[in-house]
């Protein structure tokens, strides 16, 4: 375990400078400001642009992440990114907090500290957390194999691994997009690790081997099955994409931070809890620190082959058990684009804890830290009646 700190020479912000200075934009679109039907608007993506190259402050921004104790490790050959914020209370339960794409560790940084401390928050020292927050592989500062296979499965047990080099046997680990089915594959791989599994995305299929699925459902559940393929096919062009030929996209979205931002950007718009304007959930400082953090690392095109790996993986063979034995906890927040019906989630799932924040989206931590962090000390308090195994 190396400590780790984030220095970026300044030579580089000054290439990025230039290069958003020297960009080509696209013949102009009729498309109005706050028309994102046909992608992000050229208009509201100049004035986020403008704010990156004039405004944003990436040396406020390091400092912040450099606030929390960095680490470098050598897991399975491969040199492993992450946060380890230890809470002050020793008897505090180890948690892993596993991102996804387009997110970061930038995601949990206002999360982390009610998690570590949860008195200074109004909450009770005795639900606390250590808190591991790894970069996932080609992610961030994290390295990526050359060659196929990493996979969520693989993931999981690079994660499963990076906790017993910090001597935790026994944790709880949470997740969101990439982070959720990460975590899902280590309640089959090391099940008797995981003393609680808490997830904030669960995809909307029925469970493994249920005839006529669709009969559990209530008549709001059963609309939301019957329209998610229009649903799905209007907001995944990106997956599809970056599940085939993930490596065309990378040469732009590495060359040009005008593309990176406006790929990103895109996706917080449509995946948060928001009135019409990002800013209403996730501002544009935590944004462009994300964005920023892929740009310096040139980490986009190795993050986006995840995709493909994953579409590999969902091709084999009976690639999760049908069910999952690991207590659960499950949050639904309002904006969440990819949800399990409840009672689909209650019979894959062990669930102990079920919630339904009032406000929310994808970025769950990001955009809402206080309902994020108070729902997992929640779910901590349920594991004491809920023992795994």
């Given at each position: ?319 999760l058990s049908p069910i999952c034995e690991v207590p659960t906890g499950m949050a639904r927040y309002p904006k969440e684009i990819w949800l399990q019906p409840r009672s689909w989630s209650e019979m894959e799932y062990n669930i102990v ?37």
């Amino acid at each position: 375990m190396r400590p780790f700190q984030i220095q970026i020479p300044q030579q580089q912000i000054d290439l990025l400078h230039r290069k958003i200075d020297d960009t080509i934009w696209p013949a102009e679109s009729w498309q109005a400001a706050n028309d994102w039907s046909y992608g992000t608007p050229e208009a509201y993506l100049r004035e986020l642009v403008d704010y990156w190259r004039h405004s944003f402050d990436w040396r406020a921004a390091e400092a912040r992440l450099n606030a929390y104790p960095q680490f470098m490790s050598e897991i399975d050959g491969l040199e492993t990114h992450f946060i380890h914020a230890r809470s002050s209370h020793e008897n505090a339960r180890p948690l892993l907090l596993v991102h996804g794409w387009p997110g970061s560790v930038v995601e949990f940084l206002d999360a982390i500290p009610r998690l570590t401390q949860p008195e200074k928050f109004g909450g009770n020292a005795a639900d606390a957390f250590h808190v591991v927050c790894p970069s996932l592989p080609g992610y961030g500062y994290s390295q990526t194999i050359q060659k196929p296979g990493m996979d969520p499965k693989r993931i999981a047990a690079l994660h499963a691994k990076l906790m017993s080099a910090l001597g935790y046997e026994k944790f709880v680990a949470q997740g969101g997009d990439w982070g959720a089915i990460c975590c899902r594959f280590l309640a089959d791989i090391a099940p008797e690790r995981l003393t609680g599994l808490h997830l904030n995305l669960s995809l909307p299929m029925p469970p493994t081997g249920l005839e006529d699925a669709e009969k559990y459902l209530t008549e709001a559940e059963r609309a939301f099955v019957a329209n998610w393929p229009d649903l799905n096919w209007d907001i995944s062009g990106y997956s599809h994409e970056q599940a085939t030929k993930p490596q065309t996209v990378a040469y732009g979205l590495s060359d040009s931070p005008v593309a990176l931002a406006g790929w990103i950007t895109e996706k917080f718009h449509g995946w948060t809890d928001n009135g019409g304007d990002l800013r209403d959930a996730v501002n544009w400082d935590d944004l462009l620190t994300n964005i920023s953090l892929y740009w310096f690392t040139g980490s986009i095109g190795s993050a986006v082959r995840l995709y493909k790996e994953f579409t590999v993986t969902m091709n084999a063979p009976l690639p999760l058990s049908p069910i999952c034995e690991v207590p659960t906890g499950m949050a639904r927040y309002p904006k969440e684009i990819w949800l399990q019906p409840r009672s689909w989630s209650e019979m894959e799932y062990n669930i102990v804890h079920w919630y339904e924040p009032p406000k929310g989206g994808h970025f769950a931590a990001m955009e809402q830290p206080e309902i994020f962090a108070n729902d997992l000390l929640a779910f901590n308090r349920r594991l004491a009646d809920h023992p795994a195994g």
